[in-house]
């Protein structure tokens, strides 16, 4: 069931902001409880996500001393969960590109608000490749760290010889490197993306979801065609299936719907049941944090055509 928030909400935050509690009944006996403290951004998530569900429940934005969830969402270890999601997605990149046995090298494509990342990364695998980017020097940088300059040099030497001569020239990319990590904002990221697949057709590509928060739909995806992305098939036909203004905000409300379903989890004692979470295959325990158990998907237009 889909809510406009824009009336329903309006009016409901101004009870939310205040709050004291609101309660929903319906047929079903599943009951959830809920004090939390949170952003209004947030709020409106939770309460379209209950309304959405089926669930009774009983929801206080005001209470003292009650569960804090932060408003970055993504990259904060929500309670129940060992890691943020975003840690989640990096950390089966880094196991999939960097620990992988393999006799070339890694190359790591960043833009500089994510220096802070990209130093512990050079810290910890030293003898990979790392090239920092914007918006202005890409194409440049991408020759050069391809080698693709030296290929055109030397074919302008040749040519030069004899230019009644036609000659087909394909520059020559460097053969050592197997993998590239995008670590980029959209903008940047499906430009960069494309550029690098026109001269290296042989390479595999890699990045967090974080590359396309800012894209307004999942068929904007195709600009990152044959990349890999950790996420899982259900996390994709979510963003496939909701009409909201980018793909940030609807894993935002992924995110909020998986909090959800393992809160009447522990609430209602439904630890025999196997609930499969949007963000990744695991199983819920009750001393346990929440391990996510991502896939690899890969961006192709057939797959984003059958999500879309």
């Not at 569960?67 to 840690?87: A, G």
Request: proline residues 2%.
């Amino acid at each position: 069931m889909k809510f406009s928030l824009t009336f329903f909400l309006s009016s409901l935050l101004l009870f939310m902001v205040s709050c004291t509690s609101i309660p929903n009944q319906n047929k079903n006996n599943l009951n959830i409880n809920l004090a939390i403290k949170t952003s209004n951004k947030n709020k409106e998530l939770i309460i379209e996500s209950l309304f959405e569900s089926n669930i009774e429940f009983t929801v206080n934005f005001d209470q003292p001393g009650s569960y804090e969830l932060p408003d970055n969402l993504i990259n904060s270890k929500m309670k129940y969960f060992c890691n943020s999601l975003l840690q989640d997605e990096r950390n089966l990149i880094e196991s999939s590109v960097f620990k992988s046995n393999q006799t070339k090298n890694v190359l790591v494509v960043y833009s500089s608000q994510y220096a802070n990342y990209v130093e512990n990364l050079k810290e910890e695998y030293p003898n990979e490749l790392f090239l920092s980017v914007n918006s202005s020097n890409y194409e440049d940088k991408i020759k050069e760290i391809l080698n693709v300059i030296s290929s055109l040099n030397k074919f302008s030497i040749v040519n030069k010889v004899d230019r009644s001569i036609k000659i087909e020239h394909e520059p020559r990319v460097r053969k050592d490197i197997s993998k590239i990590y995008f670590i980029t904002n959209y903008e940047l990221g499906k430009t960069l993306v494309p550029a690098f697949r026109s001269y290296s057709l042989n390479i595999d590509l890699y990045s967090t979801s974080e590359i396309f928060y800012d894209a307004s739909d999942l068929k904007k995806l195709a600009d990152f065609e044959d990349s890999f992305i950790p996420v899982s098939n259900k996390y994709i036909n979510k963003i496939g299936s909701d009409d909201a203004s980018n793909i940030k905000i609807i894993i935002e409300k992924i995110l909020i719907q998986d909090f959800l379903t393992i809160e009447n989890v522990f609430q209602n004692n439904l630890f025999t049941k196997n609930y499969e979470l949007n963000t990744g295959n695991t199983k819920i325990k009750r001393n346990n944090c929440i391990k996510r158990d991502l896939d690899l998907w890969k961006v192709s237009t057939n797959n984003i055509v059958s999500q879309t």
